[in-house]
């Protein structure tokens, strides 16, 4: 060999070697290499490049830029067995059908492959229809009840969107279906209406690692559903403080006559403050008022959606001393309370009708008469009239 072309080898080497001595970021089936040596973080500013030698290797840095939200990188396929160009292209489609985040956030991905020396150089470009921030947004959860929490804090607080990354089989949409309607139900005084949510699933609900997306639409700006929230809570606060302290019977049918004798418009909203507050609600709003002074007063209840005389009714299933009754304070504004507070399941039945696997068996022994009684004191029985005592004159 000429002392020209030993040079030259030795150029090719060192620059080899210079290639290779950048920072490491990953010792996984692959190495990964910034730009940017004092900084690690991957953003969509940095050009990352990876060094791999086995197909995973290969879509373990795809799903890595992905993660990192880069627009572009490079790979370098050094000593790899098998095909660069069909495994980019495998790698490319599974990883924005298969991955899930790369199914939840990538539109396409782009490559092109290029032979340099000992070694292939494959440049991609990621093409994404969500921005960074949405990407780096994405939160973890290890467990159902983790994304119950999630959902619960997203429709407190007005989100809008939330996304989840899970690995949990029982995440599923029949699990997550209607979990809203039910933390609504519990939680007027948390809640002023009931969101609307959708999911979706990325890639596919059957997968076992998946991305759970979920858009809440609400009735009204933030601010103004809290401004509502603050109104009932109040009205609520106020009720119950003046019966604190009384046995459970006596607070429950308080609860139920304030609810009915809130009602001016008994066909108006549906909402506990379109009950408390504006005094117009139909059966839902009675049932959720009735629901929120319950939870004011410290007492077990739940909302019941079912039929009376075949049309759509709401009312209550509330628990006194181990014992639950149903509740329905809408009746007890044209009713008499008796007629529909502290009712058991046979009782309900004439006209009623619920599943009766969704809710607790009623039945107990306390009726609505022994707790008016408890409330009202006796009626003093008139005094007979004495009879004449004869003047002495007589």
């Known amino acids: ?29 692959y190495s990964s290499v910034t730009r940017h040596e004092e900084s690690t973080d991957l953003s969509r500013s940095d050009v990352p490049y990876y060094e791999v030698h086995t197909y995973l290797g290969m879509k373990n840095a795809v799903q890595g830029l992905i993660a990192a939200g ?13 095909s660069v160009q069909d495994d980019i292209s495998r790698v490319c489609l599974e990883a924005t059908r298969d991955y899930p985040l790369g199914a939840y956030a990538v539109e396409y991905i782009s490559q092109s492959v290029n032979r340099i020396l000992s070694y292939y150089e494959i440049k991609l470009r990621i093409s994404y229809h969500l921005s960074a921030e949405e990407i780096l947004s994405v939160r973890t959860a290890s467990s159902l009840g983790d994304v119950y ?52 699933f990325h890639p596919s609900e059957e997968s076992v690692s998946k991305i759970v997306e979920f858009d809440f639409s609400y009735r009204e700006p933030h601010d103004d559903a809290q401004a509502r929230l603050e109104a009932v809570r109040q009205t609520a606060e106020s009720i119950a403080a003046e019966y604190r302290g009384e046995d459970a019977g006596i607070l429950a049918l308080v609860c ?53 005389d075949g049309a759509r009714r709401y009312w209550n299933i509330i628990r006194i001393g181990g014992s639950y009754y149903h509740v329905d304070a809408y009746a007890c504004i044209s009713e008499a309370v008796a007629e529909a507070f502290l009712r058991s399941d046979d009782e309900m039945r004439l006209r009623y009708w619920w599943d009766v696997n969704k809710y607790p068996a009623c039945g107990g022994e306390l009726t609505a008469q022994q707790i008016l009684d408890e409330l009202l004191p006796p009626e003093t029985a008139e005094p007979e009239d004495e009879a004449e005592v004869p003047s002495e004159e007589a």
């Open 70 to 82: 880069a627009e572009t990188g490079t790979v370098h396929a050094v000593d790899y067995s098998g």
């Open 1 to 29: 060999m000429s002392r020209r072309g030993f040079l030259r080898l030795a150029a090719a080497l060192l620059a080899l070697l210079l290639a290779g001595g950048c920072s490491r970021l990953y010792e996984k089936e």
């Open 149 to 200: 929490a999630m959902m619960e804090l997203a429709a407190v607080n007005g989100t809008e969107h939330l996304a989840v990354e899970t690995s949990t089989l029982t995440v599923t949409e029949r699990a997550l279906n209607g979990y809203v309607e039910g933390y609504y139900r519990k939680h007027p005084e948390l809640l002023a209406s009931m969101p609307k949510v959708t999911v979706i």
């Open 256 to 308: 139920c006559t304030s609810v009915a004798r809130s009602i001016l418009n008994p066909s108006g909203g549906d909402t506990a403050y379109d009950a408390l507050v504006l005094g117009s609600s139909g059966s839902e709003g009675c049932a959720m008022a009735y629901q929120l002074l319950c939870n004011e007063c410290g007492l077990e209840c739940q909302v019941v959606e079912g039929r009376v």
